[in-house]
């Protein structure tokens, strides 16, 4: 599924610019049947598609109206989750067309391959984040005329996947320094980088398009009618899975966005997932993420 997508979304910018809008949909087109049917929650989208440009790392998605366009010298972090009974794949990859961000894909490709190389049962994910800080910051890229050091994002990271559930509770550090947590047998992990031309930090941007229900967040009494039946909107077709205003677009719902700001600012019942973002405009971002589960890779 991540070659089909990534062929796709190549594919078609090379036939002439496109339209972010219309990639989120085509990405997303596999499963719009299923989202109509009561069969949502047992396979299908486990996360928005994501198609973050340039110096937005993730969580970007196109909300309605959104005229973006992707451009030549664009790089675009595409990612995307599906599920079977609740089992995720996490999947990440970065798109680009100019020849000169081959390298940094290649630092990027390497880290993630060293971090999965580590992963096995009774490993301490603080080494695997030593190991691939250090591939990582063994790569120069010179980006129009300029040399750059390759710095991973320290403060985003892989993480484990349980059933219903994207982020399981540990983490997977890229830099040394984290707590010496170990994998353990039956776990599920997305092992995933983030190089940086810049000071890999990022910071949360206001903008918003991600949702996602608190998993245990147990019962919250709601006395206004709208906000319930958007709960139980939420509830039927995406339960602890990510969506997208889109998604609800899809849904034929429409005049959520008091209710959904509601539930997410007032009542505890959503997490919002705002666009995360680097410091400066100029500074490129490359991600990429597989899952590891039981000595295996799953691509």
Do not use: W
């Not at 039956?186 to 206001?206: C, L, N, P, R």
């Not at 019962?219 to 969506?243: D, Q």
């Not at 889109?246 to 007032?266: F, P, Q, T």
């Amino acid at each position: 599924m991540a070659g089909v997508a990534e062929a796709a979304t190549s594919g078609g910018h090379l036939n002439g610019d496109l339209d972010l809008d219309d990639r989120e949909e085509g990405a997303a087109s596999m499963n719009e049947e299923a989202m109509k049917k009561k069969r949502r929650k047992k396979n299908s989208l486990a996360f928005p598609t994501g198609c973050s440009l340039n110096n937005c790392v993730v969580h970007y998605t196109p909300n309605a109206g959104d005229t973006t366009v992707l451009q030549y010298d664009d790089i675009c972090k595409t990612d995307f989750r599906t599920h079977i009974s609740g089992r995720i794949i996490d999947c990440a990859f970065t798109v680009t067309f100019n020849l000169k961000y081959d390298t940094l894909l290649k630092a990027v490709k390497d880290a993630t391959n060293t971090g999965l190389k580590c992963a096995g049962i009774d490993v301490c994910l603080c080494d695997a984040g030593e190991a691939i800080q250090e591939v990582m910051e063994s790569c120069e890229v010179e980006i129009d005329g300029k040399t750059y050091q390759v710095k991973p994002i320290r403060n985003l990271n892989g993480h484990s996947i349980g059933p219903y559930r994207i982020h399981a509770g540990k983490t997977v550090p890229i830099v040394k320094g984290g707590e010496a947590t170990r994998m353990e047998e039956g776990e599920g992990y997305a092992i995933e980088t983030f190089g940086s031309t810049g000071k890999g930090v990022v910071h949360d941007d206001m903008e918003c398009s991600h949702y996602m229900k608190i998993f245990d967040v147990g019962h919250v009494p709601i006395r206004l009618p709208r906000t319930k039946y958007l709960l139980n909107v939420i509830n039927k077709n995406f339960g602890t899975l990510a969506f997208c205003r889109r998604c609800l677009d899809r849904l034929g719902e429409s005049k959520y966005l008091m209710a959904l700001k509601n539930k997410v600012l007032n009542l505890g019942i959503l997490n919002p997932n705002p666009k995360v973002l680097t410091t400066k405009e100029n500074h490129q971002v490359s991600p990429l993420s597989h899952n590891y589960l039981n000595g295996f890779l799953i691509l």
